[in-house]
């Protein structure tokens, strides 16, 4: 995983949670791919809540993959 501070680190998880901010957003700011946000968010949530984000981000509700999408 990539070098960051504690800043980054909880920013990163702050918009990994935004339902309305895409993982391409996280990328271009911080260089973070999809794969990356979710090795850290196993890492640093509680099974439970790690469980939780990834089936929002999987379901409708979450814009995270807005290529995917048809609005």
Same mark, same amino acid.
């Given at each position: 995983? !990539? *070098?960051?501070?504690?800043? *980054?680190?909880?920013?990163?998880? =702050?918009?990994?949670? =935004? *339902?309305?901010?895409?993982? =391409? ?8 791919? =999809? ?22 981000? !999987?379901?409708?509700?979450?814009? !995270?993959?807005?290529?995917?999408? !048809?609005?």
């Amino acid at each position: 995983m !990539k *070098d960051f501070n504690e800043l *980054d680190k909880h920013r990163i998880i =702050e918009m990994a949670w =935004e *339902d309305r901010t895409p993982f =391409e957003a996280i990328k271009h700011q911080f260089n973070f791919s =999809e794969a990356d946000v979710i090795a850290l968010m196993r890492k640093e949530l509680k099974k439970s809540s790690f469980t939780m984000w990834r089936k929002r981000v !999987k379901s409708s509700i979450s814009r !995270k993959h807005p290529k995917k999408k !048809k609005y």
